[in-house]
């Protein structure tokens, strides 16, 4: 069975991963597609760790030419192939849409996109952030897969989120991203603060914010370290305890638990909370501040619903 794997976010590496070891892939079955934009060390990072599983890879970066060259330029990279079955989390992604229209497949399996999952008004479940031009573009370049196309043929859905609503449309198959550890010896506590995308997270970006994530940091327990986002802003006053890695957040968290017995996880809701939403060892606060973006606390009430998760407004 020929398979195609598209990425678009260290995230969805692991996913792919671990779906490649539920089912046994062999490296000359499998194709992977990860996109890119330029000057993402991690993604590059994350590209190359997947490549012992594929024996065809292609990283394409999407903002080294000029749109439209780039666009076009991803829908040939495979044109004319044709595959038994596609691995995509991203169904809203322009440059995805247009490279599955240039290939033809059998069966369309979709993973989780991170807590794009999770909310009942997202990119996935309505026309949000696709604009007349984006609409117009697929019609001239030929989009045989917008968003709702794609979404309405999926067949099966990976979730790492078991238990917690999805806005998928496909049958959900729970799936465990992160590898278990042997146990380990450990004693102490740390706390980890997530950083975020600001404009993503607040409808109106507090302009203290830093200075509230530093206060917070001065009153959290045991050693405290801040892990900022791949795609966010740098923290001049948290520059102190910020770990710099090309590892995401989450194998920095696995880490940092072989070192400490338990830990205290702050984030605005983050993708890597709801990973370790049931980590016995570890505690999740959720942070509010200001006018946070609705489908941000939308998510945030979702998992209170189901878990236990300390609230705290900065």
């Not at 849409?97 to 794009?116: A, H």
């Not at 989450?250 to 940092?256: F, V, Y």
């Amino acid at each position: 069975m020929k398979s195609l794997f598209i990425c678009t976010t260290p995230l969805h590496s692991l996913i792919v991963e671990r779906i490649i070891q539920l089912h046994g892939l062999a490296p000359a079955d499998c194709t992977l597609l990860f996109f890119s934009l330029a000057g993402q060390p991690k993604r590059t990072f994350y590209f190359e760790r997947l490549a012992p599983l594929f024996a065809e890879r292609h990283l394409y970066e999407t903002g080294r030419q000029r749109w439209p060259g780039n666009l076009l330029g991803a829908r040939a990279l495979l044109r004319g192939r044709a595959f038994d079955t596609v691995f995509l989390a991203n169904t809203n992604h322009l440059y995805l849409q247009m490279v599955l229209s240039s290939l033809q497949f059998g069966e369309l399996r979709t993973y989780d996109d991170g807590t794009t999952n999770l909310g009942r008004h997202t990119a996935y479940t309505d026309r949000h952030g696709v604009s007349r031009f984006r609409l117009l573009t697929s019609l001239v370049l030929g989009n045989r897969y917008p968003q709702p196309r794609l979404r309405a043929r999926a067949s099966r859905h990976y979730t790492i989120f078991p238990g917690l609503w999805n806005n998928t449309l496909a049958p959900l198959t729970p799936l465990p991203l992160l590898e278990e550890r042997p146990a380990r010896p450990t004693a102490g506590k740390c706390s980890v603060i997530l950083g975020t995308v600001l404009a993503e997270a607040f409808e109106v970006v507090p302009p203290d914010i830093d200075e509230r994530l530093a206060a917070l940091a001065s009153q959290a327990e045991g050693d405290v370290f801040y892990l900022p986002h791949p795609k966010g802003e740098a923290s001049e006053r948290l520059a102190g305890i910020t770990l710099h890695s090309n590892l995401i957040a989450e194998h920095l968290i696995l880490d940092l638990l072989d070192h400490y017995a338990e830990m205290d996880l702050y984030g605005f809701a983050s993708c890597t909370q709801f990973v370790f939403l049931a980590e016995p060892r570890i505690r999740n606060h959720f942070l509010t501040s200001g006018k946070m973006s609705p489908a941000l606390r939308e998510i945030q009430q979702n998992a209170a619903s189901a878990y236990p998760i300390d609230q705290i407004t900065l």
